[in-house]
């Protein structure tokens, strides 16, 4: 009786601990996500520390989530092969560019690479 019960138990928390870790990285992404947006909102209101501050948490999320669940680097880069990884590194540049033309003062353009960015983060998690 004590064997079916262990069993299930082991199963039930396997299973649990598989959802939570699937919640964190969901958690850190749709932070990520909302700090973008945030970035957005500020460009449009010509806030360039707004931006660069909302950018830099965007970063330090999708930092966090790699380190929770990293992934390695294709010695040849062949497009396609590595969604997530291309879809990452497409990110990252992206909030590059935002942050710097926040710090220029261009702010349409801050704008649309934050755009960008939260694009390639949103197929980051639907890619496999």
């Known amino acids: 009786m004590k ?59 999708l930092i966090e989530e790699n380190h929770e669940h990293p992934y390695t680097q294709p010695f040849i880069s062949i497009y396609g092969q590595f969604p997530k990884a291309e879809h990452d590194m497409e990110t990252f540049e992206e909030m590059d560019k935002a942050i710097g033309e926040a710090k220029k003062g261009n702010f349409t353009r801050a704008a649309e690479a934050a755009r960008r960015a939260s694009v390639h983060l949103k197929q980051k998690a639907w890619s496999k």
């Open 3 to 61: 064997k079916p019960f262990s069993c299930s138990f082991i199963a039930f928390a396997f299973l649990a601990g598989c959802s939570t870790m699937d919640y964190a990285t969901d958690e850190h992404e749709d932070k990520a996500l909302q700090e973008l947006g945030l970035a957005v909102r500020n460009a449009e209101n010509e806030d360039a520390g707004g931006v660069i501050a909302h950018t830099e948490k965007a970063k330090k999320h």
